[in-house]
């Protein structure tokens, strides 16, 4: 049996029940087999069997009391997973799927992503199973008050530092921040990233994951002679990240066809209306059926499973793990789509892989195609520390320049192991060399 087959063996063994976690270790080992023949340094240190065990795991409990004055109870969760380059980094996910195998997958994935922009930050990742759908605004902050209560203990600026990701957006952050400040009776705004602009966060900071997919996706296609100009684009979600990718494909000449949320997608073949899904999104935090009701030309599906198949030349998928599966992909392609960028981590299932590698669908990983939310986070962390602000246009271009070099340290890495045009190789690779090097000066 090969080794990493082995190290995999036993990852499956020590982590049962935990297939999301399983599924992000497989594809990061597969792609790295190369890399151990020409490298037998870090087999003998045990690189890999050290990185796929997180250095420390945290689950909490955490009480607050709901509108009608009942106890609930729901559980936290905080994965310190790599931290040979830099303090922990990763955001927070509140949602009902969360558990400690989703919030591993995250963070595993967050170790290579991190590494990948270049930047000096470690893996990490964190959560609840709340629910913040229909909470009001009272519950979201006594619940993010009690999260950070214990959170508090294990985070700092040059330790761990959260961020947001599903359910946790500039509200949740705010209640987040202050109530660490108040424990800590310190303003201590490293801390934590997606701050408002009030206090510490970065201009494009909001932007930054769609944006930076987008950067990113244009580079990869124009390798081949294509351009978002003329394109038509679709995306699902309608969280921070597709509405940022369609504003950025929008600029850049494409007509945005879909968007969706768990209820369902939209479809409107004039382009999509983003002032409207920027309203009934982030300002009402209503469903994305809203939408037909004020543009009745468009049309309204209640279930996800079609928006793939309808016809694109770019797919987005910025939603959630595994929300597009080989029969998906298989449509894609039918339907002549030549390129897919993930805006959320790891939506495509290995299955859809197989798909778009064997069709020369050009395929991004998230891991390196939405790094450009926790590089802008990096980006706010050095501007906090230098107390002082960057301009919107000073941030997007060194955010524009962080996803060129993504793609081309990706691609790079894929040639130089013998699977050009292979990205989820070339980035895993890419990855997972600067943080195994960094191990290895470490010791153990
Ligand atoms: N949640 C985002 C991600 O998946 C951003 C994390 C951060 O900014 O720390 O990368």
Request: glycine fraction near 12%; charged fraction near 20%.
């Amino acid at each position: 049996m090969s080794y990493t087959k082995q190290v995999m063996e036993q990852v499956i063994k020590r982590n049962s029940g935990e297939p999301e976690f399983h599924q992000a270790v497989l594809e990061v080992l597969d792609s790295l087999e190369p890399v151990f023949e020409k490298n037998p340094q870090y087999v003998n240190a045990g690189i890999l069997e050290r990185i796929v065990e997180p250095e420390r795991q945290i689950i909490f409990r955490v009480p607050w009391v709901d509108d009608q004055g009942k106890v609930q109870v729901n559980r936290g969760f905080r994965v310190q997973f790599n931290s040979a380059i830099g303090p922990y980094k990763g955001g927070l996910r509140f949602h009902p799927s969360v558990n400690v195998g989703i919030i591993k997958f995250l963070g595993f994935e967050q170790i290579f992503k991190n590494s990948l922009t270049g930047l000096p930050i470690g893996g990490g990742k964190g959560g609840s199973d709340f629910d913040p759908k229909g909470k009001s605004d009272g519950e979201i902050m006594r619940f993010c008050q009690s999260f950070m209560t214990e959170l508090s203990k294990h985070i700092g600026a040059d330790t761990d530092v959260p961020a947001g990701d599903i359910g946790v957006g500039g509200r949740e952050i705010g209640y987040l921040f202050g109530q660490y400040k108040k424990l800590r009776n310190m303003f201590e705004a490293g801390v934590i990233t997606g701050k408002g602009l009030t206090y510490g966060g970065s201009l494009v900071r909001t932007q930054a994951t769609g944006y930076g997919l987008v950067y990113f996706m244009e580079e990869a296609i124009k390798a081949k002679g294509k351009s978002f100009d003329g394109a038509t684009v679709v995306i699902s979600g309608s969280g921070n990240v597709a509405i940022y990718a369609a504003e950025k494909a929008q600029q850049l000449g494409s007509t945005v066809v879909a968007l969706s949320d768990s209820s369902g997608y939209i479809y409107d073949k004039n382009g999509i209306n983003l002032d409207t899904v920027k309203q009934i999104k982030e300002v009402e935090r209503k469903r994305i059926s809203e939408y037909v009701k004020i543009h009745p030309s468009a049309e309204f599906f209640n279930s996800c499973d079609g928006i793939w198949s309808i016809p694109c030349d770019i797919a987005l998928p910025s939603a959630t793990q595994n929300e597009l599966d080989g029969e998906a992909a298989k449509k894609l392609v039918a339907n002549g789509c030549y390129a897919v960028g993930e805006g959320a981590n790891m939506p495509a299932t290995p299955d859809a892989h197989k798909v778009f590698l064997e069709n020369n669908v050009i395929f991004a990983p998230g891991k390196a195609a939405n790094a450009g939310g926790v590089a802008t986070s990096a980006l706010e962390m050095s501007q906090n520390s230098m107390r002082l602000s960057w301009t919107f246009d000073e941030v997007d271009a060194r955010l524009k320049d962080i996803m060129i070099n993504i793609y081309h340290n990706a691609s790079a890495a894929a040639k130089e192991y013998g699977f050009e045009g292979n990205l989820i190789v070339g980035s895993n690779i890419a990855g997972f060399i600067k943080v195994a090097d960094t191990m290895l000066a470490h010791g153990i």
